[in-house]
């Protein structure tokens, strides 16, 4: 059974950081990408960052771009996103998801985590 289970999200105050963590289970984690994505209240679920599990590759929205870090532990099937100088603007629920890293979009994605919620006060 494919499972991705979120965790690291909380009450943070703008400018500050979290790290997220995604552990994965169920299928080979080298074949296939992991993905972040977010919902806020009201919005649709839009891309934050994904990696390609065999070989590194990353993309981030240009939302994000040098604000957040997206890594890989295959050792240990997790991966994290590290989020620095947070605003209130990345308040939303973020979910990892299993799939290809090619545009960041919500097709390429099959498995889904439950969320974890991250909220930024200003």
């Known amino acids: 059974e494919v499972q991705l289970v979120e965790s690291g999200g909380g009450l943070v105050q703008a400018g500050g950081s979290l790290r997220l963590s995604c552990a994965a289970s169920?299928?080979?984690?080298?074949?296939?990408?992991i993905g972040w994505f977010r919902q806020a209240p009201g919005k649709e679920r839009e891309g934050v960052s994904c990696i390609s599990s065999s070989d590194g590759t990353t993309r981030y929205a240009d939302s994000v771009k040098g604000r957040f870090t997206i890594s890989s532990d295959n050792a240990n099937n997790t991966v994290f996103l590290q989020m620095n100088n947070l605003k209130p603007e990345d308040t939303a629920v973020y979910y990892c998801?299993?799939?290809?890293?090619?545009?960041?979009?919500?097709?390429?994605?099959?498995?889904w985590g439950q969320g974890t919620q991250v909220t930024v006060s200003s």
């Open positions: 998801a299993a799939g290809v890293c090619f545009r960041l979009e919500r097709t390429e994605f099959g498995s």
């Open positions: 169920g299928f080979t984690f080298d074949d296939y990408a």
